[in-house]
Protein backbone atom coordinates (compact mmCIF):
# COMPACT_ATOMS: atom_id res chain seq x y z
CA UNK A 1 0.00 0.00 0.00
CA UNK A 2 2.72 2.09 0.98
CA UNK A 3 4.24 1.69 -2.77
CA UNK A 4 0.90 2.43 -4.35
CA UNK A 5 0.61 6.03 -2.62
CA UNK A 6 4.38 7.09 -3.53
CA UNK A 7 3.17 6.01 -7.15
CA UNK A 8 0.27 8.11 -6.63
CA UNK A 9 1.66 10.95 -5.58
CA UNK A 10 4.87 10.78 -8.05
CA UNK A 11 1.44 10.36 -11.06
CA UNK A 12 0.34 14.15 -9.50
CA UNK A 13 3.54 15.81 -9.94
CA UNK A 14 3.85 15.01 -13.27
CA UNK A 15 0.63 16.10 -13.77
CA UNK A 16 1.19 19.33 -12.03
CA UNK A 17 4.59 19.82 -14.42
CA UNK A 18 2.70 19.17 -17.63
CA UNK A 19 -0.24 21.40 -16.34
CA UNK A 20 2.69 24.17 -15.65
CA UNK A 21 4.59 23.70 -18.86
CA UNK A 22 1.73 23.05 -21.45
CA UNK A 23 -0.81 24.81 -20.41
CA UNK A 24 -0.11 28.33 -20.91
CA UNK A 25 2.00 29.11 -24.09
CA UNK A 26 3.67 32.09 -22.36
CA UNK A 27 6.56 30.31 -21.41
CA UNK A 28 7.15 28.86 -24.53
CA UNK A 29 6.64 32.16 -26.68
CA UNK A 30 9.39 34.20 -24.64
CA UNK A 31 12.22 32.29 -24.99
CA UNK A 32 12.01 32.09 -28.79
CA UNK A 33 11.61 35.48 -29.13
CA UNK A 34 14.54 36.11 -26.97
CA UNK A 35 16.55 33.09 -29.57
CA UNK A 36 15.42 35.40 -32.67
CA UNK A 37 16.79 38.76 -31.14
CA UNK A 38 19.62 36.84 -30.15
CA UNK A 39 20.22 35.71 -33.92
CA UNK A 40 19.44 38.97 -35.14
CA UNK A 41 21.91 40.59 -33.39
CA UNK A 42 25.06 38.02 -33.80
CA UNK A 43 23.75 39.12 -38.12
CA UNK A 44 24.30 42.63 -37.62
CA UNK A 45 26.50 44.25 -39.87
CA UNK A 46 30.01 44.06 -38.15
CA UNK A 47 32.47 47.06 -38.00
CA UNK A 48 36.03 46.85 -38.30
CA UNK A 49 37.87 47.79 -34.85
CA UNK A 50 40.71 49.25 -36.73
CA UNK A 51 40.50 52.17 -39.09
CA UNK A 52 42.76 54.70 -41.03
CA UNK A 53 42.70 58.22 -42.97
CA UNK A 54 43.02 59.20 -45.37
CA UNK A 55 42.78 56.26 -47.57
CA UNK A 56 45.04 57.50 -50.32
CA UNK A 57 47.60 60.63 -50.73
CA UNK A 58 48.16 61.50 -54.53
CA UNK A 59 51.18 63.68 -56.05
CA UNK A 60 52.50 64.11 -59.30
CA UNK A 61 56.08 63.52 -59.68
CA UNK A 62 58.58 66.31 -59.73
CA UNK A 63 62.45 65.31 -59.45
CA UNK A 64 63.82 65.30 -56.17
CA UNK A 65 60.55 65.57 -54.70
CA UNK A 66 60.44 65.08 -50.73
CA UNK A 67 57.45 65.84 -48.25
CA UNK A 68 55.91 64.40 -45.10
CA UNK A 69 52.03 63.42 -44.96
CA UNK A 70 50.40 63.32 -42.14
CA UNK A 71 47.59 60.52 -41.15
CA UNK A 72 45.45 58.97 -38.16
CA UNK A 73 44.80 55.64 -37.24
CA UNK A 74 41.94 55.28 -35.41
CA UNK A 75 40.34 52.79 -32.36
CA UNK A 76 37.13 52.70 -33.57
CA UNK A 77 36.01 49.99 -30.39
CA UNK A 78 37.71 52.03 -27.91
CA UNK A 79 39.95 49.16 -26.58
CA UNK A 80 43.72 48.52 -25.15
CA UNK A 81 45.29 48.01 -28.89
CA UNK A 82 48.67 47.74 -29.86
CA UNK A 83 49.14 48.63 -33.91
CA UNK A 84 52.17 47.81 -35.85
CA UNK A 85 52.67 49.77 -39.11
CA UNK A 86 54.39 48.93 -41.75
CA UNK A 87 55.23 50.08 -45.65
CA UNK A 88 54.42 47.97 -48.87
CA UNK A 89 55.03 48.46 -52.63
CA UNK A 90 57.36 49.37 -55.22
CA UNK A 91 57.68 52.82 -53.69
CA UNK A 92 57.99 51.31 -50.03
CA UNK A 93 62.08 51.82 -49.91
CA UNK A 94 61.42 55.85 -50.34
CA UNK A 95 59.05 56.15 -47.74
CA UNK A 96 60.33 56.15 -43.64
CA UNK A 97 57.52 55.62 -40.57
CA UNK A 98 58.10 57.83 -38.02
CA UNK A 99 56.42 54.93 -35.70
CA UNK A 100 56.57 51.65 -35.98
CA UNK A 101 54.37 50.55 -33.48
CA UNK A 102 51.54 52.41 -31.72
CA UNK A 103 49.52 51.58 -28.58
CA UNK A 104 45.53 52.54 -27.61
CA UNK A 105 43.97 53.11 -24.74
CA UNK A 106 40.43 52.87 -24.06
CA UNK A 107 40.13 56.31 -23.70
CA UNK A 108 41.99 57.49 -27.07
CA UNK A 109 39.86 57.55 -30.29
CA UNK A 110 42.58 57.99 -32.82
CA UNK A 111 46.32 59.10 -33.29
CA UNK A 112 47.92 61.62 -35.64
CA UNK A 113 50.68 60.26 -36.93
CA UNK A 114 52.58 61.10 -40.38
CA UNK A 115 55.75 59.22 -42.70
CA UNK A 116 58.08 60.87 -45.41
CA UNK A 117 58.70 60.33 -48.74
CA UNK A 118 61.63 60.81 -50.96
CA UNK A 119 60.82 59.94 -54.88
CA UNK A 120 64.21 58.16 -56.64
CA UNK A 121 64.57 59.80 -59.63
CA UNK A 122 64.70 55.55 -61.03
CA UNK A 123 61.06 56.29 -61.66
CA UNK A 124 60.94 59.23 -64.32
CA UNK A 125 61.55 56.71 -66.78
CA UNK A 126 58.77 54.68 -65.60
CA UNK A 127 55.56 56.93 -66.86
CA UNK A 128 52.59 55.74 -65.49
CA UNK A 129 51.26 55.19 -61.63
CA UNK A 130 53.76 53.89 -58.57
CA UNK A 131 52.64 52.99 -55.29
CA UNK A 132 53.65 52.78 -51.39
CA UNK A 133 50.91 51.48 -48.91
CA UNK A 134 51.04 52.05 -45.42
CA UNK A 135 49.46 49.06 -43.47
CA UNK A 136 48.35 49.28 -39.66
CA UNK A 137 47.71 45.92 -38.27
CA UNK A 138 46.26 45.02 -35.09
CA UNK A 139 48.43 42.82 -33.12
CA UNK A 140 48.61 41.23 -29.39
CA UNK A 141 51.15 42.69 -27.01
CA UNK A 142 54.52 41.66 -27.49
CA UNK A 143 55.93 38.78 -25.72
CA UNK A 144 58.82 38.24 -23.74
CA UNK A 145 60.83 37.41 -26.69
CA UNK A 146 59.68 40.71 -28.68
CA UNK A 147 57.80 38.86 -31.52
CA UNK A 148 54.21 39.40 -32.64
CA UNK A 149 52.20 36.86 -33.32
CA UNK A 150 48.09 35.83 -34.43
CA UNK A 151 47.26 39.32 -36.20
CA UNK A 152 43.65 39.49 -36.34
CA UNK A 153 42.76 43.10 -38.23
CA UNK A 154 44.47 45.46 -41.16
CA UNK A 155 44.16 48.87 -43.10
CA UNK A 156 46.16 50.65 -45.58
CA UNK A 157 46.39 54.30 -46.47
CA UNK A 158 47.77 54.62 -49.70
CA UNK A 159 50.49 56.94 -51.62
CA UNK A 160 49.68 57.32 -55.65
CA UNK A 161 52.27 59.14 -57.71
CA UNK A 162 51.88 59.46 -60.70
CA UNK A 163 54.76 60.01 -63.51
CA UNK A 164 53.41 62.02 -66.44
CA UNK A 165 54.05 60.88 -69.75
CA UNK A 166 56.11 62.86 -71.90
CA UNK A 167 53.61 63.68 -74.57
CA UNK A 168 50.03 62.71 -74.02
CA UNK A 169 48.35 59.98 -72.53
CA UNK A 170 45.37 59.16 -70.48
CA UNK A 171 44.05 57.04 -67.48
CA UNK A 172 39.86 55.75 -67.86
CA UNK A 173 37.29 53.72 -66.87
CA UNK A 174 34.21 52.88 -67.35
CA UNK A 175 31.05 53.20 -64.97
CA UNK A 176 27.21 51.72 -65.84
CA UNK A 177 24.43 53.58 -64.26
CA UNK A 178 20.42 52.17 -64.55
CA UNK A 179 21.34 49.28 -67.02
CA UNK A 180 17.86 47.39 -67.06
CA UNK A 181 15.93 45.48 -69.36
CA UNK A 182 13.94 47.83 -71.42
CA UNK A 183 15.14 50.86 -69.83
CA UNK A 184 18.08 53.38 -70.57
CA UNK A 185 21.71 52.74 -69.14
CA UNK A 186 24.14 55.13 -68.79
CA UNK A 187 27.01 54.93 -69.82
CA UNK A 188 30.03 57.08 -68.19
CA UNK A 189 34.20 57.31 -69.33
CA UNK A 190 35.95 59.15 -67.29
CA UNK A 191 39.08 60.02 -68.40
CA UNK A 192 42.22 61.57 -66.47
CA UNK A 193 44.86 62.76 -68.50
CA UNK A 194 48.40 62.13 -67.15
CA UNK A 195 50.52 63.44 -69.74
CA UNK A 196 52.22 67.17 -69.53
CA UNK A 197 50.23 68.22 -72.92
CA UNK A 198 46.69 68.98 -72.61
CA UNK A 199 43.88 67.29 -75.00
CA UNK A 200 42.21 69.12 -77.63
CA UNK A 201 39.52 67.03 -77.68
CA UNK A 202 38.39 63.30 -75.81
CA UNK A 203 35.46 61.07 -77.11
CA UNK A 204 34.45 57.36 -76.42
CA UNK A 205 32.87 54.77 -78.31
CA UNK A 206 31.43 51.56 -75.99
CA UNK A 207 30.79 48.66 -77.75
CA UNK A 208 28.43 46.46 -75.84
CA UNK A 209 29.15 42.27 -76.46
CA UNK A 210 27.11 39.05 -75.16
CA UNK A 211 29.53 36.67 -72.91
CA UNK A 212 29.52 34.43 -76.24
CA UNK A 213 30.93 37.37 -78.45
CA UNK A 214 28.29 38.90 -79.86
CA UNK A 215 27.94 42.52 -80.95
CA UNK A 216 24.45 43.84 -79.53
CA UNK A 217 24.94 47.62 -79.54
CA UNK A 218 27.90 50.42 -80.22
CA UNK A 219 27.32 53.82 -78.12
CA UNK A 220 29.23 56.90 -78.73
CA UNK A 221 29.87 59.60 -76.28
CA UNK A 222 30.06 63.68 -76.13
CA UNK A 223 33.28 65.50 -76.55
CA UNK A 224 35.58 67.13 -73.88
CA UNK A 225 38.99 68.82 -73.80
CA UNK A 226 40.84 67.93 -70.92
CA UNK A 227 43.89 70.05 -69.15
CA UNK A 228 47.23 68.18 -67.78
CA UNK A 229 46.13 66.21 -64.63
CA UNK A 230 42.42 67.40 -65.26
CA UNK A 231 39.35 65.10 -65.23
CA UNK A 232 36.51 64.79 -67.17
CA UNK A 233 33.68 62.41 -67.64
CA UNK A 234 32.23 61.14 -71.21
CA UNK A 235 28.67 59.83 -71.28
CA UNK A 236 26.46 58.41 -73.61
CA UNK A 237 23.26 56.79 -73.27
CA UNK A 238 21.82 52.94 -74.41
CA UNK A 239 18.20 52.19 -75.02
CA UNK A 240 18.66 48.36 -73.33
CA UNK A 241 16.84 45.98 -75.47
CA UNK A 242 18.46 42.99 -74.29
CA UNK A 243 17.99 40.16 -70.95
CA UNK A 244 19.06 40.88 -68.04
CA UNK A 245 22.22 39.25 -67.55
CA UNK A 246 26.41 39.58 -68.04
CA UNK A 247 27.90 41.79 -70.21
CA UNK A 248 31.27 42.98 -71.94
CA UNK A 249 31.81 46.78 -72.91
CA UNK A 250 35.20 47.31 -75.02
CA UNK A 251 35.82 50.68 -75.12
CA UNK A 252 37.79 52.94 -77.21
CA UNK A 253 38.88 56.50 -75.77
CA UNK A 254 40.10 58.21 -79.08
CA UNK A 255 42.06 61.67 -77.58
CA UNK A 256 43.80 63.97 -80.52
CA UNK A 257 44.93 61.29 -82.66
CA UNK A 258 45.67 58.67 -80.09
CA UNK A 259 43.14 55.81 -79.08
CA UNK A 260 43.07 53.71 -75.36
CA UNK A 261 41.12 50.19 -75.80
CA UNK A 262 40.17 48.49 -72.76
CA UNK A 263 36.92 46.36 -71.21
CA UNK A 264 34.74 45.76 -68.59
CA UNK A 265 32.34 43.59 -67.73
CA UNK A 266 28.67 44.76 -66.26
CA UNK A 267 25.79 43.30 -65.40
CA UNK A 268 21.91 43.98 -66.53
CA UNK A 269 19.19 43.29 -64.10
CA UNK A 270 19.49 42.82 -60.13
CA UNK A 271 22.56 44.25 -58.91
CA UNK A 272 24.42 41.38 -58.00
CA UNK A 273 25.72 44.25 -55.12
CA UNK A 274 23.66 46.76 -53.88
CA UNK A 275 24.57 49.79 -52.06
CA UNK A 276 22.03 50.59 -49.24
CA UNK A 277 22.79 53.21 -47.46
CA UNK A 278 25.11 55.75 -45.98
CA UNK A 279 25.18 56.41 -42.32
CA UNK A 280 27.51 59.33 -40.39
CA UNK A 281 27.45 59.90 -36.93
CA UNK A 282 28.51 63.47 -35.43
CA UNK A 283 29.60 65.19 -38.30
CA UNK A 284 31.87 68.32 -37.68
CA UNK A 285 33.38 70.07 -40.47
CA UNK A 286 36.91 70.56 -40.06
CA UNK A 287 37.15 66.71 -38.19
CA UNK A 288 37.33 63.37 -39.24
CA UNK A 289 34.18 61.80 -40.74
CA UNK A 290 32.87 57.92 -40.25
CA UNK A 291 31.35 56.91 -43.31
CA UNK A 292 29.49 53.93 -42.56
CA UNK A 293 28.19 52.03 -46.11
CA UNK A 294 26.06 50.17 -45.98
CA UNK A 295 25.89 47.07 -48.94
CA UNK A 296 23.55 43.93 -49.75
CA UNK A 297 24.99 40.87 -51.15
CA UNK A 298 22.03 39.57 -53.24
CA UNK A 299 24.34 36.63 -54.86
CA UNK A 300 23.95 33.54 -53.96
CA UNK A 301 28.12 32.84 -53.81
CA UNK A 302 29.88 34.95 -51.32
CA UNK A 303 31.57 37.99 -52.40
CA UNK A 304 35.48 38.45 -51.78
CA UNK A 305 37.52 41.36 -51.07
CA UNK A 306 34.68 43.94 -51.23
CA UNK A 307 35.79 47.56 -50.95
CA UNK A 308 34.27 51.26 -50.97
CA UNK A 309 35.74 53.92 -53.03
CA UNK A 310 34.80 57.18 -52.74
CA UNK A 311 35.96 60.13 -54.91
CA UNK A 312 35.10 64.00 -54.44
CA UNK A 313 35.47 66.77 -56.51
CA UNK A 314 36.11 70.28 -56.48
CA UNK A 315 34.73 72.83 -59.00
CA UNK A 316 37.12 72.31 -61.42
CA UNK A 317 36.24 68.42 -61.32
CA UNK A 318 39.81 67.55 -59.99
CA UNK A 319 39.43 64.89 -57.15
CA UNK A 320 39.83 66.47 -54.04
CA UNK A 321 39.27 63.50 -52.08
CA UNK A 322 39.49 59.66 -52.47
CA UNK A 323 38.65 57.67 -49.59
CA UNK A 324 38.87 53.87 -49.14
CA UNK A 325 37.72 51.57 -47.22
CA UNK A 326 39.16 48.32 -45.84
CA UNK A 327 38.41 44.75 -48.04
CA UNK A 328 35.99 42.38 -46.32
CA UNK A 329 33.77 39.39 -47.35
CA UNK A 330 30.46 39.47 -47.71
CA UNK A 331 28.30 36.33 -47.15
CA UNK A 332 25.17 34.96 -49.21
CA UNK A 333 22.08 37.28 -49.37
CA UNK A 334 23.42 39.16 -46.65
CA UNK A 335 24.37 43.11 -45.46
CA UNK A 336 27.79 44.46 -44.01
CA UNK A 337 28.96 47.89 -43.32
CA UNK A 338 32.00 49.17 -45.13
CA UNK A 339 33.63 51.95 -43.45
CA UNK A 340 35.91 54.65 -44.69
CA UNK A 341 37.13 57.81 -42.87
CA UNK A 342 37.42 61.14 -44.65
CA UNK A 343 39.60 63.65 -43.43
CA UNK A 344 37.95 67.35 -43.79
CA UNK A 345 40.56 69.84 -42.44
CA UNK A 346 40.51 72.26 -45.34
CA UNK A 347 36.80 71.76 -47.09
CA UNK A 348 34.62 74.31 -47.28
CA UNK A 349 31.50 74.82 -46.97
CA UNK A 350 29.67 73.95 -49.92
CA UNK A 351 28.19 71.28 -52.56
CA UNK A 352 30.43 68.60 -54.31
CA UNK A 353 29.94 66.31 -56.68
CA UNK A 354 31.27 62.69 -55.60
CA UNK A 355 30.92 59.06 -57.16
CA UNK A 356 30.47 56.13 -54.82
CA UNK A 357 32.16 52.62 -56.24
CA UNK A 358 31.86 49.51 -54.35
CA UNK A 359 33.95 47.10 -56.16
CA UNK A 360 34.24 43.06 -56.02
CA UNK A 361 36.28 41.64 -58.39
CA UNK A 362 36.15 42.81 -61.84
CA UNK A 363 32.71 44.45 -61.51
CA UNK A 364 31.45 47.17 -58.85
CA UNK A 365 28.81 49.02 -58.13
CA UNK A 366 28.56 52.70 -58.68
CA UNK A 367 26.44 55.52 -57.39
CA UNK A 368 26.77 59.38 -58.75
CA UNK A 369 26.44 61.75 -55.32
CA UNK A 370 25.90 65.33 -54.30
CA UNK A 371 27.35 65.99 -51.23
CA UNK A 372 26.52 69.03 -49.08
CA UNK A 373 29.11 70.26 -46.53
CA UNK A 374 28.00 72.49 -43.65
CA UNK A 375 29.64 73.51 -40.83
CA UNK A 376 27.55 70.55 -38.46
CA UNK A 377 25.87 68.17 -41.21
CA UNK A 378 26.58 66.32 -44.69
CA UNK A 379 23.60 66.09 -46.76
CA UNK A 380 24.16 63.34 -49.34
CA UNK A 381 21.87 62.74 -52.71
CA UNK A 382 22.32 59.60 -54.76
CA UNK A 383 21.62 57.14 -52.08
CA UNK A 384 19.80 56.93 -49.36
CA UNK A 385 21.69 58.46 -45.67
CA UNK A 386 21.35 58.96 -42.56
CA UNK A 387 23.18 61.63 -41.08
CA UNK A 388 23.57 63.17 -37.41
CA UNK A 389 25.33 66.65 -36.60
CA UNK A 390 27.29 67.15 -33.45
CA UNK A 391 24.62 67.97 -31.22
CA UNK A 392 24.21 64.47 -29.99
CA UNK A 393 25.01 60.96 -31.19
CA UNK A 394 22.66 58.42 -32.37
CA UNK A 395 21.97 55.01 -31.08
CA UNK A 396 22.91 52.11 -33.00
CA UNK A 397 20.64 49.28 -33.61
CA UNK A 398 22.50 46.87 -31.46
CA UNK A 399 22.41 48.64 -28.52
CA UNK A 400 18.44 49.06 -28.74
CA UNK A 401 18.09 45.20 -29.13
CA UNK A 402 20.21 44.78 -26.45
CA UNK A 403 18.14 46.64 -24.00
CA UNK A 404 15.32 44.91 -25.37
CA UNK A 405 16.77 41.47 -24.42
CA UNK A 406 17.67 42.42 -21.14
CA UNK A 407 14.02 44.13 -20.48
CA UNK A 408 12.39 40.84 -21.88
CA UNK A 409 14.56 38.46 -19.54
CA UNK A 410 13.48 40.65 -16.62
CA UNK A 411 9.65 40.91 -17.71
CA UNK A 412 10.04 36.72 -18.02
CA UNK A 413 11.43 36.37 -14.67
CA UNK A 414 9.60 38.26 -12.77
CA UNK A 415 6.39 36.70 -14.43
CA UNK A 416 7.55 32.89 -14.16
CA UNK A 417 8.29 33.71 -10.24
CA UNK A 418 4.60 35.42 -9.94
CA UNK A 419 2.89 32.71 -11.83
CA UNK A 420 4.69 30.05 -9.61
CA UNK A 421 3.46 32.03 -6.52
CA UNK A 422 0.04 32.51 -7.60
CA UNK A 423 -0.18 28.55 -8.83
CA UNK A 424 0.85 27.58 -5.16
CA UNK A 425 -1.37 29.84 -3.32
CA UNK A 426 -4.45 29.00 -5.38
CA UNK A 427 -4.04 25.48 -6.05
CA UNK A 428 -1.97 24.25 -3.52
CA UNK A 429 -4.78 23.41 -1.11
CA UNK A 430 -7.32 22.13 -3.35
CA UNK A 431 -4.54 19.77 -4.69
CA UNK A 432 -3.61 18.63 -1.62
CA UNK A 433 -7.24 17.96 -0.82
CA UNK A 434 -7.87 16.16 -3.84
CA UNK A 435 -4.70 14.07 -3.06
CA UNK A 436 -5.76 13.03 0.87
CA UNK A 437 -9.30 11.97 -0.82
CA UNK A 438 -7.65 9.85 -3.54
CA UNK A 439 -5.33 8.48 -0.93
CA UNK A 440 -7.96 7.06 1.41
CA UNK A 441 -9.95 6.00 -1.22
CA UNK A 442 -7.08 3.75 -1.92
CA UNK A 443 -6.77 2.61 2.16
CA UNK A 444 -10.66 1.46 1.61
CA UNK A 445 -10.01 -0.83 -1.14
CA UNK A 446 -6.92 -2.12 0.50
CA UNK A 447 -8.95 -2.85 3.40
CA UNK A 448 -11.84 -4.51 1.59
CA UNK A 449 -9.56 -6.59 -0.23
CA UNK A 450 -7.65 -7.90 3.48
CA UNK A 451 -11.51 -8.34 5.32
CA UNK A 452 -12.67 -12.14 6.08
CA UNK A 453 -15.74 -12.84 6.96
CA UNK A 454 -16.57 -14.97 9.94
CA UNK A 455 -19.61 -16.94 10.14
Not at 273 to 298: C, H, P, Q, Y
Request: proline share 3%; glycine share 8%; net charge neutral.
Amino acid sequence: MIDKREDMKRKLNIDQIDKLLFSNNRLIITPFVLIMLTLIILNLPHVSALGITPGRTSVYYQQGLENEVQFSVLNNEHKNMQVLLTVQGDLADSVTLFDNIINFLPSEESKPLKYSYKLPDSIAKSPGLHTAEIVALEVPKSNEKGTYVGATVSVISQLYVYVPCPGKCIESDLNVLDAESNGTATFIVPVINRGKLGIGEARAVIDVYTGTGEKLASVETDYQSIEPGARTELSGKWKVNTGEGNYVGRVSVFYDGETKNFEKQFSVGSQTLSIESILVNDFTLGEIAKLRILVENRWNEELKSVFANLQVYNSENQVMADIKSASEDIPVLSKKELVAYWDTVGVSEGQYDGKLMVIYGKKSSDKNLVLKVSQNSLDIAGVGYAIRGSGGRGVSLTTILLVIVILLLIVNLAWFVFFRRFVGRRGGKGERMETHERVKSEDRKESRKGFVRVK
